[in-house]
């Protein structure tokens, strides 16, 4: 799968914008509307979890493409909202509440050639996307860590239990995270 990353948002989180081997384009995470601007096609748009730096983006790509929208089962797309009082202007609360949600998928579905990893801690519904030799990871793990354990939802329990799945992922699994740059899964973990 050919892999470009983009960061837009606030936050500047990382959008991934994934060329199936069957010619079909995958959004992942994408951050805001201005992500259009790299986009000349998008089949179908993934979301790790559903904070507002990586989703402000899904109404744009969605209403211009047509594209369905999934998220895990298990999000819970309120709390990620709250997670952000005190951040979020009145627009981005608005453009977060108009979000249509047209599917959602479990631990172990595949969708376009990536198994879904159910990887709850940063949100009750994380979930990272693995293909061959890659996954998306969205705020899971970075190059240099792994993602904020205060919100609504979080649990330091279940991301112990995550990061322990993570760390059983080939040597040489490249990580696109939904923050900062890329690096191999041995980097992150130290084998």
Known sequence: MKVRVVGC?????????????????????PGAPEILDSLDRADLILLTHAHLDHVLGVNAV??????PVL?????DMEAC?????????????DEFRAIRITGFFNDGDEIEGLKVISTPGHTIGSSCFLGEGQIFTGDTIFAHGYGRLDFKTSSASDMLNSLR???????????????????????????
């Open 165 to 191: 799945k993570l760390r059983n992922l080939p040597k040489g699994t490249i990580i696109y995270p939904g923050h900062d740059g890329q690096a191999r899964i041995e980097d992150v973990f130290y084998f």
């Open 81 to 93: 909202l709250e997670d952000f009082n005190g951040y979020a202007d009145q627009s981005m609360i």
């Open 62 to 67: 969605a209403g211009r493409f047509g594209c």
């Open 71 to 75: 998220v895990s089962s298990k999000e």
């Open 9 to 29: 948002g606030c936050l500047n989180a990382n959008c991934c914008i994934v060329e199936t081997p069957r010619d079909k384009t995958i959004v992942i995470d």
